[in-house]
């Protein structure tokens, strides 16, 4: 598949990874009308990219991401309703909608700021890494706004309630250790071990069978809002479709590998992958 060229975005791609990489470092890759319109056609080319196993979300430059740019997606739309229904439309749609139901595992790596909107795309994508050095905020407050789209939604998702509501109604910054203290992202590195930290856990994901990993992530967000039987018949329907889906039939080859020839044993890594069956 041919990879488009975009203004505002990079993608480079290397080993079954595809790294995203928002490109406005000039801006800390704030987020402006246009690159929310290039990076939700991005996406949609992406999520049915065969060379795309792993996603990585990160930012060009010094920064992940500072959010809004606040003269271009704002104030440069103000008297013009419809370039802002469309860019607002984008935004959200890439952000969450996109990157959330990604079909392959996401993970943000962020290396450096991420303030306010910025928030959303780390929150949407399945796994966060951190730099140590990298520095967190919402700092709406300081400047008469709360955290708006579907900040504070993902804040009160991710966030413990009390770290939240300290952050949110503070505008205190945290850096990459504390973000992992506090469950906002899943690793902090030194920023010199960033990248290869990252590829580690991609590299892991590679060796799961892809629609297991699928449906395993799609299953895990959607049952975070159901009750007890909803789950159970929820992911025992989940469970049947998937033994349809999976070309590479992992549930026999586990099966196999663990009770007849005792060559795989659960907690211990993947077991073997077969070659995938042609479509």
Same mark, same amino acid.
């Given at each position: 598949?041919?990879?488009?060229?975009?203004?505002?975005?990079?993608?480079?791609?290397?080993?079954?990874?595809?790294?995203?990489?928002?490109? /406005?470092?000039?801006?800390?890759?704030?987020?402006?009308?246009?690159?929310?319109?290039?990076?939700?056609?991005?996406?949609?080319?992406?999520?049915?990219?065969?060379?795309?196993?792993?996603?990585?979300?990160?930012?060009? &430059?010094?920064?992940? #991401?500072? &959010?809004?740019?606040?003269?271009?997606?704002?104030?440069?739309?103000?008297?013009?309703?419809?370039?802002?229904?469309?860019?607002?439309?984008?935004?959200?749609?890439?952000?969450?909608?996109?990157?959330? @139901?990604?079909?392959?595992?996401?993970?943000?790596?962020?290396?450096?700021?991420?303030?306010?909107?910025?928030?959303?795309?780390? #929150?949407?994508?399945?796994?966060?890494?951190?730099?140590?050095?990298?520095?967190?905020?919402?700092?709406?407050?300081?400047?008469?706004?709360?955290?708006?789209?579907?900040?504070?939604?993902?804040?009160?998702?991710?966030?413990?309630?009390?770290?939240?509501? %300290?952050?949110?109604?503070?505008?205190?910054?945290?850096? &990459?250790?504390?973000?992992?203290?506090?469950?906002?992202?899943?690793?902090?590195?030194?920023?010199?071990?960033?990248?290869?930290? @990252?590829?580690?856990?991609?590299?892991?994901?590679?060796?799961?069978?892809?629609?297991?990993?699928?449906?395993?992530?799609?299953?895990?967000?959607?049952?975070?809002?159901?009750?007890?039987?909803?789950?159970?018949?929820?992911?025992?329907?989940?469970?049947?479709?998937?033994?349809?889906?999976? /070309?590479?039939?992992?549930?026999?080859?586990?099966?196999?590998?663990?009770?007849?020839?005792?060559? %795989?044993?659960?907690?211990?890594?993947?077991?073997?992958?077969?070659?995938?069956?042609?479509?």
């Amino acid at each position: 598949m041919t990879t488009k060229k975009y203004e505002t975005v990079l993608i480079e791609k290397q080993d079954g990874i595809t790294w995203l990489i928002m490109n /406005r470092p000039d801006k800390r890759n704030a987020m402006s009308p246009q690159l929310h319109l290039d990076m939700d056609d991005a996406l949609a080319e992406l999520a049915v990219d065969p060379q795309t196993q792993v996603l990585v979300l990160t930012g060009a &430059g010094e920064a992940f #991401c500072a &959010g809004q740019d606040i003269k271009l997606y704002f104030r440069a739309n103000d008297d013009a309703p419809a370039a802002r229904a469309k860019a607002r439309h984008a935004s959200n749609q890439w952000r969450w909608q996109r990157l959330s @139901t990604f079909p392959q595992p996401t993970i943000a790596m962020v290396n450096g700021y991420c303030f306010g909107g910025g928030f959303t795309q780390v #929150c949407a994508c399945d796994f966060a890494i951190a730099a140590d050095e990298a520095l967190f905020g919402l700092s709406e407050v300081n400047w008469g706004i709360l955290p708006g789209g579907i900040v504070s939604w993902n804040i009160a998702q991710t966030l413990n309630f009390r770290d939240g509501m %300290y952050y949110a109604l503070t505008g205190d910054t945290f850096d &990459g250790k504390k973000a992992k203290e506090i469950g906002f992202v899943n690793f902090s590195y030194p920023k010199a071990k960033l990248k290869e930290e @990252t590829i580690k856990l991609a590299k892991k994901l590679m060796e799961k069978s892809p629609a297991v990993l699928r449906y395993t992530k799609e299953a895990l967000r959607a049952v975070r809002f159901m009750n007890e039987p909803q789950a159970a018949d929820y992911l025992n329907a989940k469970s049947e479709a998937l033994r349809f889906v999976d /070309r590479e039939d992992s549930r026999s080859q586990g099966m196999k590998q663990f009770l007849d020839e005792k060559s %795989y044993r659960p907690g211990f890594g993947a077991f073997k992958r077969p070659k995938a069956t042609p479509a």
